[in-house]
């Protein structure tokens, strides 16, 4: 990605297909796949699917996180102000979450939490 956001490479070289994106506070979610990726072992062409989560301030981006395929779910530790119902029934509040949990193949992709 370094690559490509740099200049070092153009953009024919993997292509982003833009499939959802939502703003929580200073964060943008961003997800979308990579229709024509190559996979690694085999050489076949297999969707890659990806997820950015941007942080910004002051107008600019200050943090880039990347994730391939990766179910991607985001939490509030402390949400600001919590029902009894939500404290007893969902401790952490579900912010986000992609669309993507398992792969167009039907195979499950890895899973991590977010916390912020």
């Given at each position: 990605m370094m690559r490509l956001l740099t200049g070092v490479t153009s953009c024919d070289t993997f292509t982003f297909k833009l499939t959802?994106?939502?703003?929580?506070?200073?964060?943008?979610?961003?997800?979308?796949?990579?229709?024509?990726?190559?996979?690694?072992?085999?050489?076949l062409k297999k969707p890659v699917y990806w997820?950015?989560?941007?942080?910004?301030?002051?107008?600019?981006?200050?943090?880039?996180?990347?994730?391939?395929?990766?179910?991607?779910?985001v939490t509030d530790l402390k949400p600001t102000a919590p029902t009894?119902?939500?404290?007893?029934?969902?401790?952490?509040a579900s912010?986000?979450?992609?669309?993507?949990?398992?792969?167009?193949e039907g195979r499950e992709l890895p899973g991590l939490i977010l916390a912020i």
């Open positions: 959802g994106i939502r703003g929580i506070g200073n964060r943008v979610f961003v997800e979308g796949e990579a229709p024509s990726a190559r996979g690694s072992i085999s050489g997820v950015h989560i941007w942080t910004l301030k002051d107008g600019k981006i200050t943090q880039l996180r990347e994730y391939f395929n990766t179910a991607i779910l009894p119902h939500e404290i007893q029934h969902h401790p952490c912010l986000w979450h992609n669309r993507l949990w398992k792969s167009k």
